[in-house]
């Protein structure tokens, strides 16, 4: 296998760092790739490019929105080109099944597409009511250099959430990837550079979080942070983006439950809730991690679940019929295998798994068998912790009342699913749901029209729809005083 090798990317240049971050597979140990290890005046000259390329209005953010929806297009149809490499890096890089990378890739073209359609038509207002003398403007402009920090179970769609949306709207980028997934980052920022987006538009530094997230969030340069990760780092980067009065939006972490009712179509309810846990190995902020089921379908739904999981697919990156890779790395590893042993300390049911995987192949990877415990009680750490790993928490609930307050007991409030032939109850418990998204009788499934973001610990802002393009732009009130009437001045003046 050749190892990629990359430099950083700033001002549509290669720049080589002589410290590198090596990433090896997470699937079978091998070295895949070395990343040049940014460095606090990395980020400064990518600040500087990024800046340089937004204050001159003619570069980017001055151009009429139609253009740069032609450049953010062809720099799509580059990535379409290119699908299969970049597939395979992420598959590689991640430890996913090479088919969910392609599905990855894909949709960060989806996001992309609607995007640039988006920069068509930003919206503004005229206000033509506050008399003869007088006319107001309400206009969205790009809100400046924005700084993206994405984490490494998705690499491409959490950029794509963040990065198309916000050139559409006129703004730069800086971009730190994960240290551990940054391949796909920077190949598709010099794809950019051959679409014919002007350098310096998007700039990608790699490198740790010590060292480069911290350089970037406090940068006076920088206008915003758009952050994907973790609640507990969420919570320290809008700490310092306070201190500077900074503009942040945070995508963090989750704890969803899908809401199994005895009416729903069970078939369609056990292929979603499987799908829901273990899906790119349950790394996934909403994944369905805990299931409420009703009390009175419990036993047999749960016997389906079990049944349905015995015959997922564990694999290598390559394996086209796989359904679930290896975890990130082995730390995280054990960290997953940790909270199944507390599972079982504290009195749920090991139903299925529980263990690491390592025939047929995966003995060099971090493989964790798809798991679930039944009997989980809300005071159980299982069902309170974003584990991240193909784990399962199943509860039971008699009434719809109750269902509800379970599936709000948590801090988190990312995305919940609803399973019910009555549309009556799918509606009534989805506006009581604390949570940004829901899902009625499919999980995880969603348009790029529709917004993403939490509620409580879940995050701030929005991404995706429209409302993730205006995430990226400052609202300006225009005042104008028509005619040469004499301004009335107080009579104290």
Known sequence: MTVREY??????????????????????????????????????????????AFDNRSIWSGLPGSERAKAISRWLDLIVRDTEKLAKIEAEEVGKPIRFGRGETEWAVELGRYAAALAYQIPGDLVNNIGDANLGLVTREPRGVIGMITPWNFPLVTLFQKLPFALAAGCTAVIKPSELTSGTTLEIAALAKEAGIPDGVINVVSGSGRTVGEALTGHPGVDMISFTGSTQVGKRIAQRCAEQMKRVGLELGGKAANIVFADADLDS??????????????????????????EAIAEDFIKQLVDRSKKIRMGLPEDEQADVGALIHEQHMEKVLSYIKTGVDEGAKLEIGGGRLTDNGL??????????????TPEMTLFRDEIFGPVLAVTTFKSVEEAVALANDTKYGLGNGVWTKDIDKAIQVSRELKSGTVYVNTFLETSVQMPFGGFKESGVGRENGMDGLLEFTEVKSTFIKLGKRALALPHTV
């Open 7 to 52: 430099g950083i990317w700033i001002g549509g240049e290669w720049v080589d760092k002589a410290s590198k971050v090596e990433r090896t597979s997470p699937a079978h140990g091998t070295l895949l790739a070395r990343f040049s290890e940014g460095a606090e005046e990395d980020v400064d000259a990518a600040v500087a490019a990024a800046r340089k």
């Open 363 to 376: 003995g060099k990877g971090f493989y964790v068998a798809p798991t679930i415990f039944s009997g989980v």
């Open 269 to 294: 309810a056990v292929d979603g809730v499987v799908f829901g846990y273990i899906l790119n190995q349950g790394e996934e902020c909403v994944q369905g991690t805990r299931l409420l089921v009703e």
